[in-house]
C-alpha cells in the first residue's frame, strides 16, 4: 500500500528536477487549450473549466504574465460585501481578463477608476468575469450559477471570439456532454501529477488523429452558431432583467483590416467576427438593451494592437483604456443606468 505512494513522490521529485512537457493540446476544443493546463484550471461539468481558486500564478498557458486569481476563481483582489456602491461586473473571455496586462489596466479597472473620479457621478466597484477561452454559451452558465449571485448592479457583456472557432468533432459547445461530476471530482485530483499528465499525454497521442484533419472542413460547425450566439446573449439580458441588473451588451473588437493589414488583404475572420457583432447589435435592437458599439470605434484607431497580424483578438493597454472611456461616457450620458438604485 505504501509503494504505490513513494513511487509516485519519487517520480514527482524526479520530474521536479529533470523537465517533461506534459501538455498535449487538446483537440477537443480548437484553440482553447484550457483544459490542458491543470496547474491554472479546473474541470468543471457545467462550465467546462474554471480558474482554480486562490493563487498568483504564471504559467506556460499565460506565456509568462504572472495574473492573481482569488478565492471566488476571479481575476483581481476579494470582492468585498456589497455596499452602498454601484457594482459593475464584466462578464466575457480573455479580452475582458486583460490578457497581458496587470490587474490595473484592464478596462473594468480603468472604468472603475475613471469614474471614481468624476465627482458627478456615485462611486462604482468593479468585478472582472472574464475567463480565457470562455464562449457565450460558458458566459450564459457562468453568470447564472456564479456572477448573479454577486448582485451586480451592472453586468457588461462582451464575447464572439471563442463562439466563432470551428468546433473540433463538429460538436458545438451547446451539444457537448461532459463526464459525471464524480468522474471530473477525480480527473481534478490526480491532475496535479505530473506522472497523471504525462499518461494522459502519451494515450491522447497515439488515439488522437491529427489536428488539421478536424481544421480543415469544407462546412465547419462552430463553437456557437450565430442562432446560438443570439439566444445565449439574450438569456443573459433576461435573467440580468428578472435579477433587477442591468445589462449593457458591448461588441468585440477586431483589428481593422484598413489601419493594421497590407492593402487589399481580405480575411474570413474578420467577415465572421463582424456577423457575430452584427447579432449583438440586433439583440440590442430588437431587446431595447443598452449597447456600446466599442468595435465600431476601435476601427478609428492604428495603435490598439501591439502585433494584429500575430494576435488579432487583444488589445493592447491603450485600447484597454480606450474601452473605460467608452464605458465612461456612455454612463455618464445615460445616468439613470448608474444611479437606478
Known sequence: MLSIPAFIFIIEI???????????????????RSLDYTEVFKRDPYLFWR?????????????????????LGLRDKEIPAPSDKIRIAALGNSCTFGWGLPDSETYIKQTEWIINNDSSLPRVETINAGIPGYSSFQGRRFFISDISGLRPDIILIMF????????????PDNE?????????????????????????????????????EKLIKKSPVYRVSFVDFYDNLNTIVNYARSRHIIPI???????????YYPPGRHSMMHLYHEYYNMQTRLLARNTQTPLIDIAKEFDNYNYLYDDAPQDPIHFNVKGHHLAAQLIYKYLKANPELISHR
Open 14 to 32: 524526479i520530474f521536479s528536477i529533470i523537465p517533461v512537457n506534459t501538455y498535449f493540446e487538446n483537440r477537443f476544443f480548437i484553440v482553447n
Open 176 to 212: 457537448q456532454k461532459p463526464p459525471p461530476k464524480v468522474i471530473v471530482n477525480i480527473q481534478n485530483l490526480f491532475s496535479r501529477l505530473k506522472i497523471y499528465r504525462l499518461i494522459k499525454k502519451l494515450i491522447l497521442s497515439m488515439s488522437e488523429g491529427p489536428l488539421l
Open 160 to 171: 464572439a471570439w471563442n463562439d466563432q472557432w470551428a468546433a473540433a468533432d463538429n460538436i
Open 51 to 71: 480558474f482554480r481558486s486562490s493563487q498568483t500564478i504564471t504559467s506556460q498557458f499565460f506565456e509568462g504574465k504572472r495574473y492573481h486569481i482569488n478565492s
Open 249 to 259: 451588451l458591448l461588441t468585440s473588437p477586431i483589428p481593422s483590416l484598413e489601419k
